[in-house]
C-alpha cells in the first residue's frame, strides 16, 4: 500500500506528551513542508505563530479553556488568516489596498487550514503527535492579545506538537457513502441518515449515559440519546450563538470594521 495512505489512517489526535523538547531544525522543517501547500493566488494569505516558552505557553492554556494539552506539548502552533503584510506590500508600492474584505479573510481561513493540515502530516510522518485546538475560535479576542497580533491579522486554528505518551485508539468516521457523493448531491432521507449515525448514537449513547458526571444532567434536561446530548449539553444555541457573536467582534476589530 502506498505509505503516505497508510499514515493517513493510523491518525489519532494526542492530548497527552512527553516532556520531550522537538529538535528546532525538526520543526522548521515540519513547517517548511507545511508551507508547500496550494495556496489562493499564491498569495499565503496566512502566519504561523510558533509558542515554546513556558510563561507564553500558561497564558495560551488559559485562553483555550485550560485543555491540559496546550500545557504540556513542547509546541503551540497557532494558525492566523493574515492579510496585513500583503497590504504593507501594496502600500509600499502605492497598490490600492483591496484585501480588506470578507473574501480575503475566507481565502486566508482556506489557505492557513491547508498549510495546517500539511503540517499534521509532515508532523505525523516524523513520530510526533498533534491536536488541533478548536478552543482558537471561541477565545480569538484573548489569543489575538497574548500573540500580539496587529490589524489585518487573525487566529483561525491551533494545533500542540510534541512526542506522544499515549497511543489512543483510532475514532471512526462515518462510512464513506454516507459522505461522497456521485456526481450530484443526493439528499439522505432522515433513515438513512439514522442508519449513517447509528454507530455513533450507539458508541456516545453507552459513553455518556454511564458517566456518573452526565447522570443528573441527563435527568434534568430529559436527555434520551446522543443527539439530544450534543444539542443540549455541548452544542447549545446559547453558546453557539456567544461563540459567533465574539468571534464576530473579534474580526471587526481586527479589519476595521469594514470586513462585512
Ligand atoms: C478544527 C478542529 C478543532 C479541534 N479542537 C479540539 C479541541 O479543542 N480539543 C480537543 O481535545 N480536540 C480537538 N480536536 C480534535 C477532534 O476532537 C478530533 O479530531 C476528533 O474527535 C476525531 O479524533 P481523531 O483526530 O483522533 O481521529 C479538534 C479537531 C479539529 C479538526
Not at 505563530?49 to 485543555?67: F, P, R, V, W
Not at 480588506?100 to 495546517?116: E, M
Not at 492579545?145 to 468516521?173: D, N
Not at 464513506?176 to 443526493?186: D, F, K, L, N, Q
Request: proline share 4%; with cysteine; glycine share 4%.
Amino acid at each position: 500500500m502506498n505509505p503516505i495512505f497508510d499514515l493517513l489512517d493510523q491518525h489519532r489526535s494526542i492530548r497527552k506528551y512527553k516532556t520531550n523538547a522537538v529538535a528546532p531544525e525538526l520543526v522548521k522543517s515540519i513547517l517548511h513542508s507545511g508551507m508547500r501547500a496550494s495556496t489562493s493566488g499564491n498569495m499565503q494569505f496566512y502566519s504561523i505563530i510558533q509558542s515554546t516558552h513556558t510563561d507564553l505557553k500558561e497564558k495560551l492554556y488559559h485562553a483555550h479553556g485550560k485543555q491540559s494539552m496546550v500545557r504540556m506539548a513542547p509546541i503551540v502552533l497557532t494558525f492566523c488568516c493574515d492579510l496585513r503584510r500583503l497590504q504593507i506590500w501594496m502600500d509600499a508600492y502605492k497598490a490600492p489596498g483591496n484585501f480588506n474584505n470578507f473574501i480575503s479573510f475566507l481565502r486566508g481561513v482556506i489557505d492557513v487550514s491547508l498549510v495546517a493540515q500539511n503540517i499534521a502530516i509532515a508532523a505525523e510522518s516524523s513520530c510526533l503527535g498533534i491536536c488541533y485546538m478548536g478552543s482558537t475560535l471561541m477565545n480569538a479576542k484573548k489569543i489575538t492579545e497574548i500573540l500580539k497580533l496587529p490589524q489585518l491579522v487573525i487566529p483561525v486554528t491551533s494545533m500542540v506538537m510534541g512526542y506522544p505518551e499515549e497511543s489512543p485508539k483510532k475514532i471512526e468516521r462515518l462510512a464513506y457513502e454516507s459522505i461522497v457523493h456521485e456526481e450530484v448531491y443526493r439528499d439522505r432521507s432522515p433513515k438513512e441518515v439514522q442508519d449513517i449515525y447509528a454507530d455513533r448514537d450507539k458508541n456516545t449513547w453507552e459513553r455518556v449515559s454511564t458517566n456518573p458526571q452526565h447522570a443528573s444532567k441527563l435527568v434534568d434536561e430529559n436527555i434520551q440519546n446522543a443527539a439530544q446530548f450534543y444539542a443540549k449539553t455541548k452544542y447549545t444555541p446559547e453558546l453557539l450563538q456567544q461563540y459567533s457573536n465574539d468571534y464576530i467582534e473579534c474580526l471587526k476589530k481586527q479589519f476595521h470594521q469594514a470586513i462585512f
